[in-house]
Each structure stands twice: as structure tokens, then as C-alpha cells.
């Protein structure tokens, strides 16, 4: 029996809100790269008699990255992960292809999640400016429902 497989465009959707401003920054247009990883951390139940290591499932680990075009201003992504530095309270919400959520789409929201640090200046002459950013921790949450 063949699979189907399904090939579509990357071009996700990402938007920031840091808690200490509330505001909702899209970061769709600026960012240009994004990668969201999801899991559990493993913890060991291994007891006598096992013949291998035994994992149950614990806390929920997550890790967003993204690779943002540098601009500066009130509105700017700059100020928004500015004011996400440091706190372990800010929500992302992040779809693979558009904002309408599906089975082939699904949109996942980490909500308390935390940016410990970034890069505000870096640039080489002649190049485009931009800021690598890796929010740690939080819940993540799988939605596949069109709103």
C-alpha cells in the first residue's frame, strides 16, 4: 500500500507576546527562520529485575528558535524581546504554514516561556543585521482546530 505525503512551502507564522509589555508582536514578517522542538523529560523507573533502563514520561520541555531580521523602535521586534528578556512568562504562539489551524497545519502555543538572553547588536558590513533568539521552558499546547 503507497503513503501519500504531503509537500507544502515553509512559511510559518509566529507571533511573541512578552508579559511585561502584553502586547502581541507578529514576528511572521521579520523572522526568517524558526525551529520548535517538543518533549518530555525522560525520568527513570528502572526497578530490580528490569534487563534495561525504563522511562516514564515527566515535566514538558520545550525550546523555540528564531532567526529575526534587526530593527529597532517602540513597535520593533528589538523592543518585544527586549521586554520578553528575563521573565519566564511570555507566550509564543507558532503554525508551519499560515494562521488557520488543521491536521496539516497545526499551531502550538508555549505559554510561560523564557528568553535568558540575546545578541541586540551584531552585524558585519554590507549585511543584513539579525538576531538569533532561543526561548527555553514553558507548556506547550497542540491545536489542529480552524478557529
Do not use: W
Not at 532567526?67 to 521573565?87: P, W
Amino acid at each position: 500500500m503507497a503513503t501519500s505525503t504531503t509537500t507544502y512551502l515553509t512559511n510559518p507564522t509566529v507571533t511573541i507576546t512578552p508579559a511585561t509589555s502584553g502586547t502581541l508582536f507578529d514576528a511572521t514578517s521579520v523572522t526568517s527562520s524558526a525551529t520548535l522542538t517538543v518533549g518530555y523529560d525522560p525520568l527513570e523507573s528502572t526497578s530490580f529485575g528490569d534487563t534495561g533502563h525504563v522511562f516514564v514520561k515527566g515535566l514538558q520541555a520545550v525550546e523555540v528558535t528564531l532567526t529575526c531580521y534587526a530593527y529597532y523602535g517602540s513597535t520593533s521586534v528589538e523592543a518585544t524581546l527586549f521586554a520578553a528578556l528575563g521573565t519566564g512568562t511570555s507566550t509564543i504562539v507558532i503554525s508551519p504554514a499560515g494562521a488557520t489551524e488543521s491536521a496539516s497545519n497545526p499551531e502550538y502555543t508555549i505559554t510561560n516561556t523564557m528568553l535568558s538572553s540575546f545578541t541586540p547588536i551584531t552585524g558585519s558590513y554590507g549585511e543584513l543585521s539579525m538576531f538569533d533568539v532561543t526561548f527555553t521552558g514553558g507548556t506547550f499546547a497542540r491545536d489542529i482546530t480552524s478557529p
